[in-house]
């Protein structure tokens, strides 16, 4: 994300290896194990993409030189096919029962 200077913080991003440094400090001292600094980047290209964002959008927002790198990592999270398939039959089916209560409910007043 990008804010008035270019990026969502003031300044430049910070080096790799001070972010960890910090992050993972930060998590000892809360207690919390487990997690990786990438861990809050996956969390917000998973936002991304379950909110309809296409391959490109996720590159740049991620700063991907391209968008084979951000399939090769998240390709899993895109409806394929069959998850559209499922998706439009379960709308058909709920639109289906809505106009079936709707017209008993017509005829019974």
């Known amino acids: 994300m990008h804010g008035d200077d270019e990026w969502l913080m003031p300044g430049r991003p910070p080096n790799p290896d001070s972010l960890r440094y910090h992050l993972n400090k930060t998590l000892e001292r809360a207690g919390i194990t487990g997690h990786t600094p990438h861990d809050p ?3 917000y290209a998973s936002g991304l993409i379950t909110n309809g964002a296409d391959v490109v959008t996720v590159q740049r927002a991620l700063g991907h030189a391209n968008a084979a790198t951000t399939l ?5 999270l895109w409806a394929d096919a069959e998850d559209r398939t499922r998706a439009a039959a379960g709308n058909l089916m709920r639109s289906s029962r809505r106009f079936a209560d709707s017209s008993r409910t017509d005829r019974a007043n």
């Open 72 to 76: 090769s990592t998240y390709s899993h």
């Open 41 to 43: 980047r996956h969390y």
